[in-house]
């Protein structure tokens, strides 16, 4: 099976893009990384570059128009040759143009779980609204923002004490694994976008998948850790 040529979105500091970067050194990962393309020129792009990765820097303000800018990342990724996109932290709204021309083969990560806390500050919003299971999901990209169909989620506890900043590393740290996992499946067409909804391949003879499009957080995979988790979280 030929792997399937993935391009990474970024605007930060790229932590996702480089997880999926170090899933994909291994050559049975289904999917490789070609390129990895930043609307910022400080972005994590010395990671890719570290890596051996062509990147490109695609600002909005070298183009006269939003559509402009959107048809410049469309070159960009035909460019590259791309079979997939995969926005990391990308911190634009793509234009409905763009996103249907991908759309089925353009995903991405969201850091929360979806439908919930769509936007920005998830996880201060988690904190307030006092949810107890806060996380992360990859989802196909539709013209509506952190809308389309989930492909993966993982969760994590919200503890006692926790700010910003402690749920956010928490959360982070399962986008590091939750990505690779789902853009693994995408590649390798065992979950794909019809009609709007993820279709999953059925994962009867393949123990390891049955559970990777849901990653709960390790204390709950223990009954007796439950316990511990009643104890912890408010
Ligand atoms: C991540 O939390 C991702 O879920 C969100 O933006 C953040 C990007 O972080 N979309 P990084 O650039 O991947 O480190």
């Given at each position: 099976?030929s792997?399937?040529?993935?391009?990474?979105?970024?605007s930060?500091?790229?932590s996702?893009?480089?997880a999926?970067?170090a899933?994909?050194a291994?050559?049975?990962?289904?999917a490789?990384?070609?390129?990895v393309?930043?609307d910022?020129?400080n972005?994590?792009l010395?990671?890719?570059?570290?890596?051996?990765?062509?990147?490109?820097v695609i600002?909005?303000a070298?183009h006269?128009?939003?559509d402009?800018?959107d048809?410049?990342?469309d070159?960009?990724l035909t460019g590259f040759?791309?079979d997939?996109?995969?926005?990391?932290?990308?911190?634009?709204?793509?234009?409905?143009?763009l996103?249907?021309k991908?759309?089925?083969r353009?995903?991405?990560i969201?850091?929360?779980l979806?439908?919930?806390?769509?936007?920005?500050?998830?996880?201060?919003?988690?904190i307030?609204?006092?949810?107890?299971?806060h996380?992360?999901?990859?989802h196909?990209v539709?013209?509506?923002?952190?809308?389309?169909p989930?492909?993966?989620?993982?969760?994590?506890?919200?503890m006692?004490?926790d700010?910003e900043?402690?749920?956010a590393?928490?959360?982070?740290?399962v986008?590091?694994?939750l990505?690779?996992?789902a853009?693994g499946?995408v590649a390798?067409?065992?979950?794909?976008?019809?009609?709007?909804h993820t279709?999953l391949a059925h994962f009867a003879?393949?123990a390891?998948?049955?559970?990777?499009v849901?990653?709960a957080?390790?204390p709950?995979?223990?009954?007796?850790d439950?316990?511990?988790l009643?104890?912890i979280?408010?």
């Amino acid at each position: 099976m030929s792997r399937k040529r993935t391009v990474v979105l970024i605007s930060g500091r790229g932590s996702n893009m480089t997880a999926l970067i170090a899933a994909a050194a291994d050559p049975s990962y289904p999917a490789e990384i070609v390129g990895v393309i930043s609307d910022r020129a400080n972005a994590g792009l010395g990671i890719a570059q570290s890596r051996g990765i062509a990147t490109k820097v695609i600002q909005r303000a070298d183009h006269p128009s939003k559509d402009a800018h959107d048809d410049a990342i469309d070159a960009a990724l035909t460019g590259f040759g791309a079979d997939i996109v995969a926005l990391a932290g990308y911190m634009r709204i793509l234009g409905p143009g763009l996103v249907e021309k991908w759309q089925g083969r353009m995903v991405n990560i969201h850091p929360a779980l979806l439908p919930a806390f769509k936007g920005l500050d998830t996880h201060a919003r988690a904190i307030r609204a006092g949810v107890r299971i806060h996380g992360c999901s990859v989802h196909f990209v539709t013209p509506e923002m952190d809308d389309g169909p989930i492909i993966a989620q993982a969760a994590v506890p919200v503890m006692v004490g926790d700010n910003e900043d402690t749920l956010a590393a928490r959360v982070l740290k399962v986008e590091h694994r939750l990505y690779p996992l789902a853009l693994g499946l995408v590649a390798e067409g065992k979950a794909r976008m019809e009609k709007g909804h993820t279709v999953l391949a059925h994962f009867a003879d393949d123990a390891d998948n049955a559970t990777s499009v849901v990653m709960a957080p390790d204390p709950l995979r223990e009954e007796t850790d439950l316990e511990q988790l009643a104890r912890i979280t408010p």
